[in-house]
DNA sequence: CAAAACTACGTAGTTAACTACATATATCCA
DNA sequence: TGGATATATGTAGTTAACTACGTAGTTTTG
């Protein structure tokens, strides 16, 4: 991986990518090791859950940041193995509202000492001369401000390409 | 997007997956304002043959980090639209070895400012009081070290979790 | 020097996200 | 108050990575 780490920022993408998946598969590993059966892409939406106690569909996705389709099969996913129940909402039928089951908040229990475990040692890797989790939240608060796309077309334009 | 970025550390890995692919969408609408026809995906593999000139496709793989049938397919793309070609390597039959065709090298000496100006609004993005690109190579050097399962293994076994 | 092990490439199938579209219900307003 | 618009959910199909496996050529070694 010599010439991607070296071009620097250009593939910034893709150097984003690979230590995301990285942290996934040996997170996958972690859940096993201690003899739960977890997956991290659960987390994001076991863990709102848990934290929100009661959500419809679509308030899950914006939570977590992914699409509807994306959430649904998530929560498909996590109802087949009976970590979530659902509901229709009596005062809105369009909406079904979800939270977890006794056996989720039991593995929920169970989890947060790993949980715990694992955000000591995630602080341990990121937190160097330059933190990566604070660098995440600087630059996507840059590109809140103005996006990616909108910057380069502004120096599109000032350098007339 | 508010649980999610407010449990900080536990979902490193999601957030470093939005951001991205958020980039990457970004990326794509780029080159399209310039009228170039080129997929952010395939700068890895462009970049590499510009940078080494010949190479199979191993090679390939490990230097931009993927597995090899990822590689394929992104080289598979890139030849049907004429930006490289491939021979077989006749000192080892086994290998079928990979170059910029011209009309790819004209494409790259096209993007060249393009690139530039990406560089550009990359760094000005990354670059907080915590920099992303360093905080990514710094949290790497620290896996390479020792990985997250490991860390998180030793933990384990002395806190007789 | 032939069998075993290894390397390079390729294909098939899986996964986990996405976009686009469809349907049902709710809300708004002329 | 009913027709238009908006919202909530769901389905289908796509994409871009992956793992697992197979084949062909190369190297090592007993």
Redesign the interface.
């Known amino acids: ?5 070296d ?18 598969k ?2 996958a ?2 859940y096993e ?2 003899g739960i059966d977890f997956e ?1 892409k659960w ?2 939406v076991i ?2 859950l848990h ?2 106690g009661t959500l419809s569909v679509v308030e899950i996705a ?4 992914y699409t509807h389709p994306s959430t649904i099969s998530l929560l498909k996913e996590v109802e087949k193995i009976g970590l979530i129940k659902s509901k229709k909402d009596k005062s809105d039928e369009r909406k079904r509202l979800i939270l977890l089951s006794p056996r989720g908040q039991e593995l929920v229990n169970k989890m947060q ?3 715990q ?10 937190d ?13 608060d ?2 809140a401000q103005q ?3 909108q ?3 502004q ?2 334009n000032t ?1 007339a ?1």
Chains 1, 2 share one sequence.
Do not use: C, H, Y
Not at 62 to 65: A, D, L, M, S
Not at 128 to 140: G, P, R, S, V
């Open positions: 991986m010599n010439v991607i780490n071009v620097g920022i250009l593939a910034l993408s893709t150097r984003l990518q690979r230590l995301s998946e990285q942290l996934r040996d997170g590993l972690i090791a201690f991290p987390f994001p863990f709102t934290q929100k914006n939570e977590i940041g000492p790993v949980w475990l694992i955000a000591q040692v995630l602080g341990e890797i990121s160097n001369t330059n933190n990566l989790l604070k660098a995440i939240d600087e630059a996507e840059k590109i996006s990616f796309l910057r380069a077309l120096q599109k350098t390409l």
